[in-house]
């Protein structure tokens, strides 16, 4: 992947040319915004005065880049796929199911159809170059990959099938590619077994295809545990550590040693417990709580301190780079560190001595903190809590505790209630949860509820989270410390407006003049949608109009949050952009010491790991879905309550009630004709004029289940 160069920070003037350049550099990150000058040197933060920033965006409107805007804004003028009859792009492969894929260009508005027979090997998610043009009499472009650049992943789960003289392994789910291998290269899997193949060459002469070894035989297709690791593999996540990793892990020492402990501020004599789900090994986060003689408390935020066992440049250090973030999926854990550490070394265990990283605040009597504290401790947690006896506790009143937890639920309300006075927006959606057998069978479905207990921990992660970044960035105001931000950028205003309409169709209006009013209309749809349960419906929609979260060195500050300053602290065992924060964070606790670490560098380790977490998050629901259509697969010919989720030309999406469950039932598959509405959101029907939209309650019964597909066919009972 070609490096990016070093954007300019604050502390540097620009010549004419130079402020041209990061302005224009600017727009194009961000082409659907409407921009003043004003706002782009809030943006840029560089030393050029209000006059010269606006000329060169004015000279940048003459060279026909920017386009002149109402209200003194400007925007960026998108550069079309038809600008010559044949063009070349770098960008990023987004397949079908079909074979053929839509190309994210980083120099182009609008993404580039490639059929099947111009991919030339391409797979989902590669880097590739491309030539583009746009036929006669189409608007979209289309094109042919000319280059793969960089490969996604080079690990694949999928099925051998043995000939004379060697044999082939089909991918799962890809239907552009077999990957033959030598006979000496099976591992002693049978023909048909599921198996894991690392491609070792993609362009091998012997074969005139692509080349590879078997590293796992999984057996037969067909269990539930074969389709959970297919998944992980199918989304670039190798099972196994390597065996160097492991050996590390393994060799690292248990006791911790006086000379260690020396070092650290000792809080073990101080309150301190853990509060997490009742499933969980890894421990990362505990909270202390401690009453000072002056009537002030000091509540401390304590993570593992990974990187004390994992050095950077380490085996073990590269290998958690590698995966970026543990996957969390229905019936597994696969995680970012060996057992060894993840469980083990670094969980916050209870009755146990261990090494953490602090944040430590001290609140007053009415809760306004007024002082704060980062540094390397060692703690001994009291007591491990799981989600549920917190919450009895908050909720009775007595029990072990029940006074520490009562002053930090209280405080946590606090700082709650003020990040959302700040601007932040109230999405919750909800959470589907399985009861599993001793096979892994899903044996029920449930959504998940927050309560205190749930929102407690959250908002002292947020605090610790929050005031780390600010910390770097204040010390850093003179001369930038790269850092690893967690950045939201406010939403798209074309999507926004094209959800507003679509909301008002279902009776909500919504103010998206200015990013707060957005956030503010956000807000009341969430409320509103608690007893609307059309609006609870177009709440994923409404979140897919904002952009995504990720990481950078570049902080824009995080709109969903409402927070100006942002950084991931809190799980170093399972988020590898933890990690890098610990140690640049470390480096940087003395006042009279600055470290910066290259910026252009961490900004590409940024890049890798929002890959990985995006693929992560789709390897969930891709496990989520296989789960409720297995769990639905023992349930044909049963009825349950659902809510119209959505309509197309074929038929109408259900959502059951309880399960989530999302299942079509097909239009021909009715007894009367139905007109769809232009807007998507109900149908008439012709014959009797009986109108149903979405949100509207319904009555299906279970028609066909399949795994395979993830599909679930429902019929509608009158």
């Not at 099976?186 to 078997?214: C, E, M, P, S, Y």
């Not at 009755?351 to 953490?356: G, N, Y």
Request: one cysteine or more.
């Amino acid at each position: 992947m070609p490096k990016k160069k070093k954007s300019k920070t604050k502390g540097n003037k620009l010549t004419a040319k130079q402020l041209q350049t990061v302005i224009f550099k600017l727009f194009r990150r961000h082409p659907k915004k409407r921009l003043t000058p004003k706002q782009v040197a809030q943006k840029l933060k560089v030393d050029n005065n209000k006059d010269s920033i606006r000329h060169a965006i004015e000279e940048l409107a003459k060279a026909g880049k920017l386009a002149v805007l109402e209200d003194n804004k400007f925007k960026l003028i998108p550069k079309s796929a038809s600008s010559s009859p044949s063009t070349f792009h770098e960008g990023i492969v987004d397949m079908t199911k079909t074979g053929s894929a839509y190309i994210l260009c980083d120099d182009l508005d609008e993404d580039v159809h490639v059929a099947t027979k111009y991919m030339n090997g391409a797979l989902n998610g590669d880097r590739v170059r491309i030539r583009a043009w746009t036929p006669r009499g189409r608007r979209r472009a289309e094109g042919e990959v000319v280059e793969v650049l960089e490969r996604a992943r080079d690990h694949f789960m999928g099925t051998v099938w043995h000939y004379p003289k060697h044999a082939i392994v089909t991918p799962d789910g890809i239907l552009t590619l077999d990957i033959n291998v030598d006979h000496d290269e099976l591992k002693g899997a049978n023909d048909g077994d599921k198996v894991v193949v690392k491609v070792i060459d993609w362009q091998d002469q012997r074969f005139k295809g692509v080349r590879g070894v078997i590293t796992s035989v999984l057996g037969a297709a067909g269990s539930n545990d074969i389709e959970m690791k297919s998944i992980l593999i199918n989304n670039g996540f190798n099972l196994d550590f390597p065996e160097e990793a492991m050996n590390e892990a393994n060799s690292l020492p248990i006791e911790i040693s006086e000379e260690e402990v020396s070092r650290r501020l000792d809080l073990r004599n101080v309150t301190t417990f853990t509060i997490d789900p009742d499933t969980a090994k890894d421990f990362d986060d505990a909270l202390s709580i401690r009453f000072l003689e002056n009537g002030d408390c000091e509540i401390g935020v304590h993570i593992a301190d990974v990187t004390h066992y994992v050095r950077g440049g380490s085996v073990l250090d590269k290998e958690a780079f590698d995966r970026s973030t543990s996957v969390y999926l229905v019936d597994r854990v696969l995680p970012m560190l060996p057992e060894k550490l993840s469980n083990e070394l670094c969980s916050l265990r209870p009755k146990e001595d261990k090494l953490t990283f602090s944040a430590m605040f001290t609140f007053d009597k009415n809760d306004k903190i007024t002082n704060r504290w980062f540094g390397k401790t060692i703690i001994h947690s009291n007591r491990r809590f799981t989600y549920e006896e917190a919450q009895e506790i908050l909720e009775n009143g007595h029990g072990e505790f029940a006074s520490e937890l009562k002053y930090l639920n209280k405080v946590a309300k606090k700082l709650r209630k003020q990040k959302f006075n700040n601007g932040a927006i109230n999405f919750e959606t909800d959470e589907v949860k399985f009861k599993l057998d001793d096979k892994g069978a899903p044996v029920d479905i449930y959504l998940k509820v927050r309560k205190d207990a749930h929102m407690l921990i959250e908002d002292f992660m947020l605090l610790a989270n929050r005031e780390v970044a600010t910390f770097i960035h204040k010390k850093g105001h003179d001369q930038e410390i790269p850092y690893v931000y967690r950045v939201h950028d406010e939403p798209n205003p074309d999507k926004v407006e094209d959800f507003a309409r679509f909301a008002k169709e279902l009776g909500f209006e919504m103010n998206v003049s200015t990013p707060k009013d957005i956030a503010l209309s956000f807000n009341r749809l969430s409320k509103a949608a608690q007893t609307d349960r059309g609006l609870k419906l177009i709440e994923p929609l409404a979140i897919r109009t904002m952009a995504k979260a990720e990481y950078s060195t570049n902080n824009i500050g995080h709109y969903g949050l409402g927070f100006e300053y942002y950084a991931h602290f809190t799980s170093p065992i399972r988020r590898y952009s933890d990690v890098l924060a610990h140690r640049i964070l470390e480096k940087n606790l003395d006042t009279d010491r600055f470290y910066r670490n290259n910026k252009e560098k961490l900004e590409e380790r940024c890049e890798h790991i929002s890959k990985q977490e995006r693929r992560a998050l789709e390897a969930e629901r891709e496990s989520i879905k296989y789960k409720q259509v297995e769990f639905i697969e023992n349930h044909i010919g049963e009825e349950f309550n659902g809510f119209i989720s959505g309509i197309i030309e074929r038929g109408l999406f259900i959502e059951l009630e309880r399960s989530r469950i999302e299942g079509m039932v097909t239009f021909e598959s009715l007894d009367e004709l139905f007109e769809m509405d232009t807007t998507r959101l109900k149908i008439k029907g012709i014959n009797t004029g009986e109108v149903h939209k979405v949100g509207d309650p319904v009555r299906v019964r279970i028609v066909a289940a399949n795994k395979t597909r993830r599909q679930v066919e429902m019929a509608w009972i009158k």
